[in-house]
């Protein structure tokens, strides 16, 4: 019924009504003539058609484009040790009494300083701040301010059991003692006689060429 129905309607129809369902693909028109002209769109044959192709991969440039930390301890030579936690002698008069002593653990109990990662860390004692009671100090970096102040205050400080800070003994620089002078009057004789011997002995390897020619 479907097939004399459209026989019908083309019967029926004239050409100039006639209409497509699907519009015919426009094809690109390579080179002049076209819209795009030459190439159109397409790109030339390229780098991978010349001689010496040698393309930089991509992945450098990515790597080129991130950002780096330079210099030193930032990416490489980085301290093995870690850096000391810092504790100021204001601090110190507030919470301890005089006579106490003052190491890395009684200030982790105390709450002054955290531990890193589990461990006690390396402290060092700071001159900021007044200090008026007696301290024993110990097992602690102590800067230069520091230690004044704790030994006007008559205070004490032991770097290890059974060692005391004291003033390090001032190292004297030794003079060097000046190279042996050699006399240039004996250098010059020395040359010169070994001079002569070496002209010497050339003029006789010459005569003796000569004397075996001849024979």
């Keep these: 019924m479907s097939f004399c129905v459209l026989i019908f309607t083309l019967n029926n129809m004239q050409a100039n009504q006639l209409k497509r369902t699907h519009k015919n693909r426009k094809r690109m028109t390579v080179a002049r003539g076209g819209k795009r002209g030459k190439t159109s769109g397409r790109g030339g044959k390229g780098q991978s058609a010349r001689a010496g192709n040698k393309r930089r991969p991509e992945w450098r440039d990515i790597i080129k484009k991130m950002p780096k930390l330079r210099g030193r301890g930032v990416n490489q030579n980085k301290p093995v040790s870690d850096k000391p936690v810092i504790v100021n002698l204001g ?5 301890f009494k005089s006579g106490d002593a003052i190491t890395p653990t009684i200030l982790a109990e105390k709450g002054v300083i955290k531990l890193v990662s589990g461990r006690i860390p390396v ?3 700071l001159g900021d701040g007044e200090l008026k009671k ?3 100090v110990s097992g602690c970096l102590v800067s230069k301010s520091a230690k004044k102040k704790i030994e006007e205050a008559k205070g ?3 770097l290890k059991a059974g060692i005391t800070m004291t003033k390090v003994p001032e190292i004297v620089a030794r003079k ?3 190279a042996p002078k050699i006399e240039k009057t004996k250098i010059s004789t020395q ?4 001079k002569k011997d070496i002209k010497t002995s050339v003029k006789k390897s010459k005569t003796l060429v000569s004397e075996t020619g001849k024979k």
Aim: avoid cysteine.
């Design 91 to 95: 601090i110190i008069e507030e919470i």
């Design 123 to 125: 402290v060092k004692i």
């Design 134 to 136: 007696v301290l024993k």
């Design 156 to 158: 004490e400080i032991v």
């Design 176 to 178: 060097k003692e000046p």
């Design 191 to 194: 040359n010169a006689a070994v």
